[in-house]
């Protein structure tokens, strides 16, 4: 990403470039020292927020309810979905251990 001021990208042009340059050099979200992961700044916590109390206004009007999933998903329960996950693959953080244990299925 460029360090220019400014947005130096066409938003037409490249829509990918251009929204990470509006987020971060908005002070929004900025990237982890983990690759793959970010940081939600203050401003875009705020943000996520609003999205959030919104969305949960209008499910609970609808007779739904909020649920909450692990964030680790072994691998054998990946393998379950095996066509689909395939071109994930690659964007996979693979925990193979807890501290000093080694984990049976990562």
Same mark, same amino acid.
């Given at each position: 990403?460029?360090k220019?001021?400014g947005?130096?990208? *066409?938003?037409?042009? %490249? =829509? *990918?470039?251009? #929204?990470t340059?509006?987020?971060?050099?908005?002070?929004?979200?900025? #990237?982890?020292?983990?690759?793959? !992961?970010?940081?939600?700044?203050?401003?875009? #916590?705020?943000?996520?927020?609003?999205?959030k @109390? *919104? !969305?949960?206004?209008?499910?609970?009007?609808t007779?739904?309810r %909020?649920g =909450?999933?692990?964030?680790?998903?072994?691998? +054998? !329960?990946l393998?379950?979905?095996? @066509?689909? =996950?395939?071109? =994930?693959?690659?964007e996979v953080?693979?925990v193979?251990? +807890?501290? %000093? *244990? @080694?984990?049976?299925?990562?």
């Open positions: 990403m460029s220019e001021v947005i130096t990208v *066409s938003k037409n042009d %490249n =829509f *990918s470039e251009w #929204y340059q509006v987020v971060v050099k908005a002070e929004l979200a900025d #990237y982890a020292p983990v690759k793959g !992961l970010i940081v939600l700044r203050p401003d875009g #916590y705020s943000i996520w927020e609003s999205i @109390e *919104s !969305l949960d206004k209008k499910l609970k009007e007779g739904h %909020n =909450f999933l692990p964030v680790l998903i072994p691998e +054998s !329960l393998g379950k979905e095996k @066509e689909h =996950f395939e071109g =994930f693959n690659p953080f693979w193979t251990h +807890s501290g %000093n *244990s @080694e984990l049976g299925d990562k």
